[in-house]
């Protein structure tokens, strides 16, 4: 074999090879050009040998160096980078996001789960939580980058020839106030078919409207911070968002904000600009505000697409929707999906019925959820009794974009868990772990405390963040005495259907920094439902510990409002008398409770059965009068005797 083609083999050069098989024992020269086969079937031997077992050196070196830098066995400690959001700092240290959120806030610290920490913040956090912090690469964000990325290969398709065109997805997003709600309840509204508009549609998070024969799914949570959830832990779920900036009110802080989600996002939109019904409309400053932020408006010459709308009198909605479908148009590639297989969608909303249990609203993103699939969301394992769509209807199958409220799950997922659906008994039971901290409460819990007064509260907040941290502070409210429940809890404006969900289960609706919706708002006049709207979290927490109080049943306590002296004993009966009194101090009443002093020793007690004066039957005697009682009790009484008249007053419980 030539000497060329030996160290070619091994991909080395002359300079290399020489030395090494030298090295490697045999006795070849720099200048041979030939060796005997036999030979070199020995030196390829001996190379790979070589070459083996400096693989495994340099394996066992990197052990090496991990064993210096692990820490120490036994010490907790947590690698912190320089930003970490509050869920992966919550996934580092193993604990509810909840239980992180109450610390932080026990420290001062306001941030809503999808915020950045420092590494200086989260150092004393996680120190709090029994942690030797250290500098460190995010390593959680690694894992949910993989999670994500496994996801998207999953909704890309493993089989590119099932792909097929699904309804565009889409959002609203925008500035407080600007009208998204209003928009999205009129585009619900307008599209509804006659034939339909009598039946009774259900707000589970998300709906489908047909245009031009074409569906197109909204996710009606409003605003930015729901979008953000839900993309937390899952691939995107919109295709299209509308900007709603009022017309009134042009480019405000939360504006600026949907927009950088939006493109960082890669998410493409449409604006709308609403509320162009008001005199003081001005869509000339919104397109100025909008080219300031380098959205140039197409007749201006660059490529965002603005549409005037009213959603209070409905004008423009049309073209709205035209346009979304040609936004989603230009990106057809993108909005593809397999129909067949097993499901893979995101939660997009999620609550816990006192009646059924938990209840979610999972988007089917690729495949086709079933009646009957096994599904794991989150940890939370659980199996598709039933479906509904969000006109109230059952349905069998949701392909993929089509919003179905599922049932048959063991807790409520977070908004923004991935559903998977696994044929696997093994591998579902595998992915399940604990999953008891996300259900805060199951019904049979709450069956179980029925003896206690109960408190049921529907919370509605604008946050993800202000919502968990809200019900994480509810859970430390004592409750010894009365039961406080979230039976619902949710994002976005208060509801017809929130309300008359606390109603149907005597409680109460809280939101946080949240309105009512028109619908909420006229519901709100003739509801016994009571509520109450907050801006700070503390004072809703007080008003639930007030409403809390409420449920208790009030204690009894006697009032003195009278007093007479027994000038003569008429008769005594084994279990009654008949005396005569003057009445000294106050009143005395028919049928109040007695204490019998004699002296200033108390010697018995009863009620007053019957009161006469003048010989008449009397409701009350004042001071200064005579009258006849019949007292009824153990038959004590003696001339001469006090005895003290009481009221029962009912006094509520602190
Ligand atoms: P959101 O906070 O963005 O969801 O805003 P809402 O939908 O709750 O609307 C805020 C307020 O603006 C409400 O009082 C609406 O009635 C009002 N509004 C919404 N759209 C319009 C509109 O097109 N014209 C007028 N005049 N008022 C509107």
């Avoid at 045999?26 to 031997?45: H, L, N, P, S, T």
């Avoid at 999972?362 to 199996?383: A, C, E, M, R, Y």
């Avoid at 009068?625 to 005797?641: A, H, K, W």
């Amino acid at each position: 074999m030539n000497v060329t083609e030996l160290y070619r083999r091994f991909n080395m050069n002359k300079e290399e090879f020489f030395p090494l098989v030298q090295s490697l024992g045999f006795a070849i020269g720099e200048r041979a050009i030939k060796v005997d086969d036999r030979v070199a079937q020995q030196v390829i031997k001996a190379i790979e040998d070589w070459n083996r077992s400096q693989k495994k050196k340099s394996i066992f070196a990197e052990e090496k160096t991990e064993v210096k830098e692990a820490p120490k066995e036994g010490a907790k400690t947590i690698a912190i980078p320089e930003k970490i959001t509050v869920k992966q700092f919550a996934d580092a240290l193993k604990k509810p996001v909840t239980e992180v959120i109450a610390v932080l806030m026990r420290n001062g610290i306001f941030a809503t789960i999808n915020e950045d920490l420092d590494f200086d913040t989260a150092s004393i956090i996680a120190e709090d939580f029994g942690y030797v912090p250290q500098k460190g690469e995010a390593f959680e964000k690694e894992k949910s980058k993989e999670q994500v990325e496994k996801l998207e290969r999953i909704l890309a398709g493993k089989d590119q020839g099932a792909l097929r065109e699904r309804a565009p997805v889409v959002v609203v997003m925008g500035h407080v106030d600007h009208g998204k709600t209003s928009l999205l309840d009129k585009i619900r509204s307008a599209t509804v078919a006659e034939k339909e508009a009598g039946g009774i549609t259900q707000h589970i998070g998300a709906y489908q409207i047909t245009l031009q024969k074409r569906a197109i799914t909204f996710i009606d949570t409003p605003g930015h911070e729901a979008f953000t959830a839900m993309r937390s832990r899952g691939a995107n779920i919109a295709d299209v968002a509308i900007l709603v900036v009022a017309a009134d009110d042009g480019i405000r802080p939360q504006t600026v904000e949907a927009i950088e989600i939006m493109e960082k996002a890669g998410l493409p939109f449409v604006v709308a600009v609403n509320k162009m019904d008001k005199e003081s409309a001005d869509i000339e400053k919104v397109k100025k505000g909008l080219s300031e932020l380098n959205l140039i408006p197409e007749d201006w010459g660059g490529k965002t697409i603005i549409v005037p709308v009213s959603a209070l009198k409905g004008t423009g909605i049309e073209d709205l929707l035209s346009m979304v479908l040609l936004v989603a148009d230009m990106n057809k590639e993108k909005i593809m999906a397999a129909p067949t297989g097993d499901a893979v969608g995101t939660i997009v909303e999620s609550h816990i019925d006192s009646n059924i249990g938990p209840v979610a609203t999972v988007l089917v993103q690729s495949g086709t959820l079933k009646i009957g699939d096994l599904v794991v969301v989150g940890g939370v394992p659980g199996k598709i009794k039933a479906m509904k769509n969000w006109k109230g209807e059952q349905v069998k199958e949701a392909p993929p974009s089509m919003p179905v409220q599922i049932l048959g799950l063991k807790a409520a997922p977070v908004v923004g868990d991935v559903l998977e659906v696994t044929q696997d008994k093994k591998i579902l039971k595998s992915k399940t772990k604990q999953y008891e901290s996300v259900a805060f409460l199951k019904p049979q819990q709450a069956a179980k405390e029925k003896g206690k007064p109960q408190l049921p509260i529907v919370l509605k907040a604008d946050t993800l963040g202000s919502l968990e941290a809200i019900v994480g502070a509810l859970k430390q409210i004592d409750q010894e005495k009365v039961s406080i429940s979230v039976i619902n809890k949710g994002l976005g404006a208060i509801t017809e259907n929130d309300i008359v969900q606390a109603e149907a289960a005597r409680g109460v609706v809280m939101g946080f920094n949240v309105d009512l919706t028109p619908g909420g708002q006229e519901l709100s006049y003739s509801t016994t439902a009571h509520i109450e709207k907050f801006k700070i979290i503390y004072e809703l927490l007080d008003a639930v510990k007030a409403r809390a109080i409420e449920r208790l049943q009030p204690i009894k306590v006697f009032e003195k409002i009278g007093e007479g002296k027994v000038l003569k004993i008429f008769k005594t009966n084994p279990r009654s008398q008949i005396v005569g009194v003057h009445v000294e101090e106050g009143s005395i009443k028919s049928n109040a409770p007695i204490k019998i002093l004699r002296g200033d020793k108390k010697v018995g007690e009863g009620y007053i059965g019957q009161l006469q004066s003048d010989k008449k039957n009397v409701g009350e005697v004042t001071s200064g009068s005579d009258c006849g009682i019949r007292f009824d009790g153990d038959p004590v009484i003696q001339e001469g005797d006090y005895l003290e008249v009481y009221e029962i007053k009912e006094k509520k419980q602190a």
